[in-house]
């Protein structure tokens, strides 16, 4: 089912096929029954037709040359001998004469014949007991021409007869079809043509297929790039006419989605820089109150202010960044983060990851890192790092021991500006920004940030999907 579901193309083809079988052995069945039947009564009919024009001619021919003419018109499948007497009120003796008959390989068959009539053997009685005798009765087909009544035997369920006739000089003519069966011509045929038409459907599936597959193909890398937050050329409008309409939608929509996300950052960033200005203006008019109490308490509410402002400003920045997604190796970016931190004096555990390799923006994964670990160190004192590969991912690990966040709010933190006074208060100088800052690097690159209770302390995941 694996193989069935790997391509579209794969099932299209092997649809067709199934379908082309299912409609060649349907057909099979329905025919087989009608084209022995009428093959059968083919063979017969060009039988009694033979025998009628040999006995027309045997009778105009002298007694030294009839017996030669009826050795000559023998086939694979028919004998003809005569006999003096009547051969019918034998019975099932006549199916032993004939049957040695048939025998009588073809190259012995100008030899002088046998005298098979007076032949029994068990090999015979056993050919004679597997047949339905039915007797004899007279030939009522259109196609005896010869003016002398003949006598037919049919074998019941078997392809052949048997034909008697009495000839004008009063000796009777024998003639025998058999067959085992009937070559069927057509099987072979049909299996050529089936093979043939299936080879024709698997080179048109795979034309059209191609035709429709490519786009699609396109259409998903460019989509998956997106949803990684990677630039991404326009998709080709081709292939039909509804794919290629689809394609030229989602370019529409992918430029849209460009306008709208650099809208919303030159707004953001504007706001933060004009917002500068006024800030400054207050800080100097509050130098100049006379209140050192009401002073400080002001200049503090400014300070704080002017922080979450720097902080939108980077943000916006930083989301209006156009950094190259590349390959890098994961666990060697972590370890470097880290020694940077510690130098800082934070207190840091790294589990080394050797050989995790991954396409991502590097600069945005060390940014979304360090805050997770800032984080973890400014409220538990230390924090652990590990990182690890799984089949469709990278996952990136940074717990510690501190108070944690109650269940509730674990998704509430990640809101701009978002704090918690119990554990998490004004004096950390925190704006609110860092984990909202974490997950918008995730989720531009197709993963996402989860926090989860870590018993005790927190632990934050951040997954980064691989190509």
């Known amino acids: 089912m694996s193989w069935w579901k790997r391509s579209l193309g794969r099932q299209i083809i092997g649809l067709m096929l199934i379908a082309l079988v299912l409609g060649q052995c349907i057909g099979f069945a329905l025919s087989w029954n009608s084209r022995r039947a009428a093959l059968k009564e083919a063979a017969e009919s060009e039988f009694v037709s033979r025998t009628s024009a040999l006995c027309e001619v045997i009778q105009t021919m002298t007694e030294d040359f009839k017996t030669n003419v009826l050795l000559a018109s023998a086939t694979t499948y028919t004998r003809f001998w005569r006999s003096a007497d009547d051969p019918r009120p034998e019975g099932r003796n006549w199916y032993i004469v004939a049957r040695n008959e048939l025998l ?22 056993e050919f004679v007991q597997r047949k339905s005798f039915e007797g004899w009765s007279a030939m009522e087909n259109p196609l005896w021409t010869c003016p002398q009544a003949a006598s037919v035997l049919p074998f019941r369920d078997q392809i052949g007869l048997g034909i008697v006739v009495e000839l004008a000089d009063g000796s009777w003519l024998n003639a025998v079809f058999y067959k085992t069966h009937i070559p069927n011509d057509g099987t072979y045929q049909s299996l050529v043509s089936t093979i043939a038409t299936g080879i024709a459907l698997c080179l048109f599936g795979i034309f059209a297929t191609r035709r429709i597959a490519q786009p699609l193909s396109a259409l998903a890398d460019a989509a998956e790039k997106i949803g990684r937050g990677e630039e991404s050329a326009p998709v080709p409008e081709r292939g039909p006419r509804d794919i290629a309409r689809l394609c030229g939608t989602f370019n529409q929509m992918q430029e849209r989605l460009r306008r709208f996300v650099e809208d919303r950052t030159q707004m953001l960033a504007a706001i933060g820089h004009d917002l500068r200005t006024p800030l400054t203006t207050m800080r100097l008019r509050v130098e100049q109150i006379g209140d050192p109490q009401l002073r400080d308490r002001l200049t503090e509410t400014i300070d704080d202010m002017k922080s979450m402002t720097d902080a939108t400003l980077s943000f916006a920045r930083a989301d209006a960044a156009t950094e190259k997604t590349r390959l890098v190796d994961m666990g060697s970016l972590l370890e470097s983060l880290c020694d940077d931190m510690r130098e800082l004096g934070l207190d840091i555990d790294f589990e080394e990851a050797d050989g995790i390799s991954c396409r991502c923006r590097p600069d945005g994964i060390r940014r979304a890192v360090r805050n997770l670990v800032e984080n973890a160190c400014q409220y538990a ?15 990136i690990t940074v717990a510690d021991t501190g108070p944690g966040i109650p269940d509730a709010d674990l998704e509430q933190v990640f809101l701009p500006f978002f704090r918690l006074e119990q554990s998490r208060n004004r004096d950390t100088g925190g704006t609110g920004l860092g984990l909202s800052i974490a997950r918008a690097v995730a989720r531009q690159h197709g993963g996402d940030i989860r926090l989860e209770p870590n018993k005790p302390g927190l632990r934050a995941v951040l997954t980064v999907p691989c190509q």
């Open 381 to 395: 004192g230390k924090a652990s790092v590990s990182c690890k590969r799984t089949p469709s991912a990278v996952v």
């Open 104 to 125: 009588t390989p073809l190259s012995d068959i100008l030899k002088p014949p046998p005298q098979a009539a007076t032949v029994s053997n068990t090999a015979s009685e």
